[in-house]
């Protein structure tokens, strides 16, 4: 539920459309002032360690602003289908919007996504594994579409789960339903770092640099293999924690902002 105030009166707002045979909805903010030729479009994705928390546009105001048509969506949590179901969604929904491009009014070769915590692994995962087909997830519709991106932006995201820094609480790793000492190999699939090849659109990390959640040494191990690949990405490390969405949220949307900028219209 949105506040009674949202959206701004420069912004307009679809609720609940549904993209998914599995019932799954997304949220569209855009400007209220039509432009006369497509735009680029933007997908958010929450966080949530995977299993809370849902769709919710509000991120989005700073980049429906400058123009994008922007979405948020949900994807079926941990607790309601255990991994590849969320990579699955977020691909039926790039895959959505290709096939309603032309009555969106976005190009849809420019379309990028971004995400926090749970909401960037799962944006890097889906800027990395484009035709991995165990990845795909055909069954939520449009599998006649690309599911590609063409530029991810991520916040303080897991990138490799497996790598030794980054030690999940005790217990069931959500994703999974068990430790990821006992999914070694799922960890490994499910890994934005396991995809990175030549063809990886650009990527920009933003992280703190005292998170105690996600290490930022799972940002820089990815920027560092992508620039081995000859990739573009960018990296910027805030002095704070896990929070810094809402802790450093000017500095956050600028990188964000100029990165989209650079990447979907420069």
């Known amino acids: 539920m949105y506040p009674q105030d949202f959206p701004p009166e420069d912004l307009q707002l679809e609720v609940d459309i549904v993209f998914s045979r599995h019932d799954l909805k997304l949220d569209i903010l855009r400007s209220k002032c039509r432009l006369d030729y497509p735009v680029p479009a933007i997908i958010h994705l929450h966080g949530g360690a995977w299993i809370m928390f849902g769709k919710w546009a509000v991120d989005n105001v700073f ?11 949900d994807y079926r949590l941990a607790g309601e289908a255990l991994f590849p179901a969320q990579i699955h969604d977020v691909k039926t929904a790039v895959r959505w919007l290709r096939k309603h491009a032309t009555q969106l009014g ?6 990028g996504v971004w995400g926090i915590s749970a909401g960037a692994h799962l944006a890097g995962l889906l800027g990395t594994s484009a035709g991995v087909s165990e990845l795909e997830g055909s069954d939520g519709g449009w599998a006649e579409e690309d599911s590609s991106v063409q530029a991810v932006g991520s916040v303080c995201g897991p ?27 799922q960890a490994v699939l499910a890994s934005p770092i396991t995809y990175i090849s030549p063809r990886t659109p650009p990527f920009a990390f933003i992280h703190g640099r005292q998170d105690k959640v996600v290490p930022v040494l799972q940002s820089q191990l990815m920027h560092q293999r992508l620039l081995k690949a000859g990739g573009l990405t960018e990296l910027h490390i805030l002095e704070g924690g896990h929070e810094i969405n809402m802790t450093h949220t000017a500095e956050m949307q600028r990188h964000l902002s100029n990165f989209f900028k650079n990447s979907l219209r420069g």
């Open 106 to 111: 976005i190009d849809a070769a420019r379309t």
């Open 63 to 73: 980049l429906a602003r400058e123009g994008y048509l922007t979405v948020s969506i």
């Open 159 to 185: 990138m490799e789960l497996a790598e030794p820094s980054w030690k999940h609480e005790e217990g069931p790793f959500p994703l999974f339903g068990k430790p990821i000492d006992e999914a070694v190999d």
